[in-house]
Every structure is written in C-alpha cells, then in structure tokens.
C-alpha cells in the first residue's frame, strides 16, 4: 500500500467524516448534492468541534490566529 502525503491523508479524513457523520442520505439529484456538501462543509468548519483543535472549530480556531496576527501588527507598528 502506498503511503499518503499529509494533506492527502488530511484529505481523506475529511472525506471521510463527510460520508460517515454528515451526508447521511443519497442526494435526488446533483443540485441537492450540491447543497448537501456546501452545509456539511459549514458544519464541518463552524459548528463541529474538532479534537485535534482542543475541541475548537476550524473557524474559531482561524479568527483567533487572525486577531493575534493583527495584534502582532498593531504592536509592532507602535514600537517602531
């Protein structure tokens, strides 16, 4: 067996956590599987916590790393 890069693994986990947790029912047509993968990417992102992310969403997770960045800027643009 072949090994995976990390962001295919990463990949695969996601896809996998799509089907098993979140499309839990065979869309009618391509439209409503359309709508199916765009809601469980937002729950996926916004409302599941994630246990590698010390139960923190994704989203949460990336708004605190962009407030510390703008943090870091502001503070250094004062001391300069």
């Known amino acids: 067996m072949k090994a995976l ?12 956590i799509l089907k098993g947790e979140l499309l839990l029912q065979r869309p009618a047509d391509l439209e ?6 765009r809601e469980s990417v937002q729950i996926y992102n916004a409302e599941r916590p994630h246990l590698s992310l010390k139960m923190q969403t994704p989203d949460a997770v990336h708004r605190a790393s962009l407030a510390e960045i703008a943090r870091l ?3 250094s643009q004062v001391s300069t």
């Open 5 to 16: 890069t990390p962001s295919a693994a990463l990949a695969e986990r996601v896809n996998g």
């Open 32 to 37: 409503q599987a359309r709508r199916m993968v």
């Open 73 to 75: 800027k502001s503070s």
